[in-house]
């Protein structure tokens, strides 16, 4: 399973980005699927998932500014991130719970990340 990752950039604080991940590869189903950011100097954080059943979760500092949104026949998640903050300044990484074959159980995998840059 290969994720490719886009939308990253510098912007402004107030200012939106969305990001992208596309999945692609031989793989039966995607189940659970995420966004995590690293700042420098800090541990990976979670900072959305989305369930198949559309259950989703959300970092507090983020919540009410980001949001994840997913589309299945595209394989691709998406994170539309509003109101940024030069906080939010990471590397934004996806990964998905993937499974190479139906009677398989689902294993993560992670894109490459990209980075989101806010300035004050």
């Known amino acids: 399973v290969q994720l490719q990752a886009s939308g990253g950039g510098l912007v402004q604080a107030g200012g939106s980005l969305r990001l992208s991940c596309a999945a692609s590869?031989?793989?039966?189903?995607?189940?659970?699927m995420r966004w995590y950011r690293q700042a420098p100097g800090k541990q990976r954080e979670l900072v959305a998932a989305?369930?198949?059943?559309?259950?989703?979760t959300y970092l507090d500092f983020v919540k009410g500014r980001f949001t994840i949104s997913r589309d299945n026949a595209k394989n691709t998640v998406y994170l539309q991130m509003n109101s940024l903050k030069p906080e939010d300044t990471a590397i934004y990484y996806c990964?998905?719970?993937?499974?190479?074959?139906?009677?398989?159980?689902?294993?993560?995998?992670w894109g490459q990340g990209t980075q989101v840059t806010v300035s004050s």
């Open positions: 989305l369930t198949t059943a559309g259950t989703t």
């Open positions: 990964n998905v719970d993937a499974s190479l074959r139906v009677s398989q159980p689902a294993t993560p995998y």
């Open positions: 590869g031989n793989f039966a189903r995607i189940k659970t």
